[in-house]
């Protein structure tokens, strides 16, 4: 502190009669300006955050590890500033899933029936809408070298071929290039994959094959009669 130091003689803010500002009364006002600006960011920067209730937060697992375990934790919602989030707990293993029509409760981690009008498919997951391609999904196009074109029509690397989504499906391309549909998922126990489809043109060749020969995994379709 200054306090030791005398403030100047005379008239107004520190500034000696016809004189230069006093040194002294220079350094403090100076300090007190200092403890001024500080003593107004205090209340705010060090407000402690308000308590978390349930409503503020929702829960997630970690990604699995090599042991196939993994933990369930707790995520702020956005734009929520809270403190006390739930300590993280170890998760259901990486393997566990609920059965048809129940869903699992993440609070408890308990399967629980599901309310009246909705559904679960347990470990399964559903594509039906098709306004653009869902997250797992991939186009590879290439040429079909065994189609006899002159070299002048030829499709350059087939860049613009590729299935469309149209809302409730997922069309092929019509040109010379040959297009799969590829999805990519890691699987955590047996299980099969459905597709539905309709096959209106029977010039195109067309199949489902498993690029990686998963024998826990089984190939079913159902074809859609063309209108």
Known sequence: ?????Q???GRGWGRSAGGPWSP?????????GCQAAWAGDSPSSGRPLPPCQEKDYHFEYTECDSSGSRWRVAVPNSAVDCSGLPDPVRGKECTFSCASGEYLEMKNQVCSKCAEG???LGSGIKFD???ELPAGFSNVATFMDTVVVPSDSRPDGCNNSSWI???NYIESNRDDCTVSLIYAVHLKKSGYVFFEYQYVDNNIFFEFFDKDHFESVQL???RVPNI
């Open 220 to 222: 079913k379709s159902s």
């Open 129 to 131: 809408e098709w306004d």
């Open 165 to 167: 989504p149209r809302g």
């Open 24 to 32: 002294a009364w220079l350094c403090c006002w100076a300090l007190a």
């Open 118 to 120: 909705t559904y679960s």
């Open 7 to 9: 403030p100047a003689r």
């Open 1 to 5: 502190m200054l306090l030791a130091l």
